[in-house]
T-cell receptor, first 116, second 117 residues
């Protein structure tokens, strides 16, 4: 079974500052994918970034980067130059193989609030 | 590309009635779709895995007879909430895996907000 832990129920950041959202995971599978999704108040799930377990370099997508530390089983999301539109709920997600192939396991989520 | 639609986006129904929610992959084929349920300010909980042409696989604790899933084509899965009750009020989200794409990536629909009165 897979498990994702997000220990920050809520985070606050000043506009234009950087913020790190924490995520640790647990899986016995060697091959897996890690994702971050953003969910604004409208409810849609917006894909932000993906990291494969065999990727040696940290993933980056514009202002988003994933700090992947495989030995520590952590996959923190870093948002640089925060914008007011970044205020939303953020989910760390794992998609592992084995008997759970294809099933996404979500963390509890972190509500990010960006202050002007 | 990789767009998933859901219909309806919002629905209000009376207790005891049934509601059908559609999930469509618009520009790709999806042999597998997933249905999630989300309560306010909580995480998404997987309800079931929908497989085209075969029976859905339900997660532990999800009533098969209450949440009927039909995946009749490579682009459409439906979730029917039968004999709905107020406790079934929730946000239902589907996702679809592109049969020809990254094996780990899924695309989400915009969600359906169900309110049972």
């Amino acid at each position: 079974a897979q498990k994702i832990t997000q220990t920050q129920p809520g985070m606050f950041v000043q506009e234009k500052e950087a913020v790190t959202l924490d995520c640790t995971y647990d899986t016995s599978d060697q091959s897996y994918g890690l994702f971050w999704y953003k969910q604004p108040s409208s409810g849609e799930m917006i894909f932000l970034i993906y990291q494969g377990s065999y990727d040696e370099q940290n993933a980056t997508e514009g202002r988003y980067s994933l700090n992947f530390q495989k030995a520590r089983k952590s996959a923190n999301l870093v948002i640089s130059a925060s914008q007011l539109g970044d205020s939303a709920m953020y989910f760390c997600v794992i998609n592992a193989g084995g008997t759970s192939y294809g099933k996404l396991t979500f963390g509890q989520g972190t509500i990010l609030t960006v202050h002007p | 590309g990789a767009v998933v639609s859901q219909h309806p986006s919002r629905v209000i129904c009376k207790s005891g009635t049934s509601v059908k929610i559609e999930c469509r992959s618009l520009d790709f084929q999806a042999t597998t779709m997933f249905w999630y349920r989300q309560f306010p300010k909580q995480s998404l909980m997987l309800m079931a895995t929908s497989n085209e042409g075969s029976k859905a696989t339900y997660e532990q604790g999800v009533e098969k007879d209450k949440f009927l899933i039909n995946h009749a084509s490579l682009t459409l899965s439906t979730l029917t909430v039968t004999s709905a009750h107020p406790e079934d009020s929730s946000f239902y989200i589907c996702s679809a895996r592109d049969s020809g794409g990254n094996i780990y990536e899924q695309y989400f629909g915009p969600g359906t907000r169900l309110t049972v009165t």
